[in-house]
């Protein structure tokens, strides 16, 4: 029994020591997997953990903060002893710019509004543009008419056509994406949009792209250029 006592004070005294002094005193953050502008993010909102001791860190709730954040997808949050926090982000994937007069957001597949962008950078991406007044919420969705052309975007990814559209040009319930070289991929109504972006991909394999003016695969079983 006098054994026995003697552990469990022990580790009392050592679990006092691990919380009370900076033994395990949180020095550094470490944030992996995420881009420049969303590990200053991460950072920010971990700043108050820096001090506390590792031992007394409940992972689930920071992963829970952290997932709050607009442009992560997923996080784990893990202990690295003596003094480090390790956050691994997965952040989210924008498709698509959505201009609206001189603001800029990024959006993901889903239309989901992740950050707000200085307008003229990230010009690799296509962009959407939103009539003036329509409201936009970071952290929130697209209109629902635009949701149809993130997704688009999305399976064009999926495809390889993402590098080479410019834009998407909403027609009612139709979709049209305008690739950098001018050529309309019409893909009709928004179904089998995977199916139909793998079709167009095959067809612009066989044309001359700066002399098509468009390739119509509304109805993907029989693909028109033109």
């Given at each position: ?197 793998t079709v ?7 044309v001359d ?18």
């Amino acid at each position: 029994m006098l054994a026995t006592i003697g552990v469990l004070a022990a580790i009392g005294v050592a679990y006092v020591v691990a919380t009370a002094t900076p033994v395990f005193a949180v020095e550094r953050v470490d944030v992996r997997g995420a881009s420049p502008a969303l590990a200053r993010e991460v950072t920010l909102a971990t700043r108050e953990l820096v001090g506390q001791s590792l031992v007394t860190i409940d992972a689930a709730e920071i992963e829970g903060t952290l997932r709050a954040l607009p442009a992560v997808a997923g996080v784990s949050v893990d202990r690295a002893f003596p003094h480090t926090l390790v956050v691994k982000v997965a952040p989210e994937r924008p498709v698509a710019v959505v201009r609206r007069g001189d603001s800029s957001w990024l959006v993901t597949g889903a239309g989901k509004v992740i950050r707000r962008i200085e307008t003229g950078t990230e010009r690799q991406l296509p962009r959407l543009w939103l009539a003036k007044g329509t409201t936009i919420r970071l952290g929130g969705n697209v209109p629902p008419g635009w949701l149809s052309a993130t997704r688009a975007l999305a399976e064009a990814h999926s495809v390889g056509l993402a590098s080479r559209v410019k834009g998407v040009r909403p027609v009612g319930d139709e979709l049209t994406l305008v690739l950098r070289r001018g050529t309309e991929l019409r893909l009709g109504r928004a179904t089998e949009v995977g199916l139909k972006l793998t079709v167009a991909a095959q067809v612009l394999r066989l044309v001359d792209s700066s002399s098509t003016s468009y390739v119509d695969v509304s109805v993907p079983q029989r693909p028109v250029a033109g």
